[in-house]
């Protein structure tokens, strides 16, 4: 068996034409832009990298985008007047504080401050909460990103046996909770797990999200399961002296020989991750504004 590759890259822009068709209907209907407002502290330069993509992606599908920078050693009282001033902008519909952030600055207490309908990271306690109380919420958008990937494969997910490898509060627990959504029979794998590989092979649906490259090898995959590769680890490059090469969670060779369908790295679930931000910032538009929310790009 050679598994199909599932492209999160070209799943990505069509999630993106999605929004920018929704974007272009709210705008032509309601006189309504949605507006994504991201704040970048100090000058990490793979925050630049992430802020410059999510500027460009957010103008390409016609919302409004506002950046603002802070310099490194801005105290939280500041950073948290900021947050207060977008909470209370009505033409902000998302907000999202790039991370890391400096040190003498806590994570959660920024999430924290965050107006949980506009937290469109779905990092906050309050989402978190409501995902797994069954209410509306915001989700995460990795977790929400391999959703729409399993949904676009399988469709109908009921009754299937899930594992998701990985306990973390990012990832693991929302998409242990995604997949209960859809009524699969779900299990958190974890590094205290027994009998790992023998779980594993047990998986109609194998995500992996614990950051340890190539960890699960093709003897763990069940014959036609769907494996959603989160893991991103960069190595030196084996061929190419002083650059890098990415590797998943998921040894792709062997995986590939067994699966059905598998998510590459590079090019499977990160692509999806903001593509979900701006459906998540359109969904949290819509609900603002007590319209209804655009369908497939929801939990």
Same mark, same amino acid.
């Given at each position: 068996m050679t598994a199909q590759v599932i492209d999160g890259k070209e799943f990505a822009a069509r999630v993106r034409g999605q929004v920018a068709e929704h974007v272009a209907k709210l705008k032509a209907d309601h006189?309504?832009?949605?507006?994504?407002?991201?704040?970048?502290?100090?000058?990490?330069?793979?925050?630049?990298?992430?802020?410059?993509?999510?500027?460009?992606?957010?103008?390409?599908?016609?919302?409004?985008?506002?950046?603002?920078?802070?310099?490194?050693?801005v105290s939280e009282e500041d950073l948290f007047a900021l947050i207060d001033q977008l909470n209370a902008d009505e033409t902000v519909h998302g907000i999202l504080c790039q991370f890391p952030v400096p040190d003498h600055l806590n994570e959660r207490r920024v999430v924290a401050r965050i107006d949980p309908a506009k937290d469109v990271d779905g990092l906050s306690v309050v989402n978190a909460g409501l995902l797994a109380s069954g209410e509306k919420g915001l989700v995460s958008c990795t977790p929400l990103g391999c959703l729409m990937l399993l949904r676009d494969q399988l469709g109908n997910m009921s009754g299937k046996e899930a594992v998701v490898i990985g306990r973390s509060n990012l990832f693991g627990k929302p998409m242990g909770q995604l997949l209960l959504k859809e009524s699969c029979t779900v299990t958190i794998a974890h590094s205290r797990t027994q009998d790992l590989a023998e779980v594993c092979k047990r998986?109609?649906?194998?995500?992996?999200?614990? $950051?340890?490259?190539?960890? @699960?090898? +093709?003897?763990?995959?069940?014959?036609?399961?769907?494996?959603?590769?989160v893991g991103i680890t960069r190595i030196p490059h084996p061929d190419k002296?002083?650059?890098?090469?990415?590797?998943?969670?998921?040894?792709?060779?062997?995986?590939?020989?067994?699966? $059905?369908?598998?998510?590459? @790295?590079? +090019?499977?679930?990160?692509?999806m991750t903001i593509a979900c931000l701006l459906?998540?910032?359109?969904?949290?538009?819509?609900?603002?504004?007590?319209?209804?929310?655009p369908e497939g790009l929801t939990a």
């Open positions: 006189g309504i832009t949605a507006g994504l407002a991201v704040i970048l502290v100090g000058e990490d330069p793979a925050s630049e990298v992430y802020v410059a993509a999510k500027h460009r992606q957010t103008v390409e599908v016609g919302m409004a985008s506002f950046e603002h920078r802070l310099p490194a050693d998986a109609d649906i194998l995500v992996a999200a614990v $950051g340890r490259a190539e960890m @699960v090898k +093709g003897d763990w995959v069940k014959p036609g399961a769907t494996v959603i590769d002296p002083g650059k890098t090469k990415l590797l998943g969670d998921v040894d792709f060779a062997s995986a590939s020989d067994v699966a $059905g369908a598998i998510t590459p @790295v590079p +090019g499977g679930v990160g692509p459906a998540n910032t359109l969904t949290a538009t819509c609900r603002a504004h007590g319209l209804d929310e």
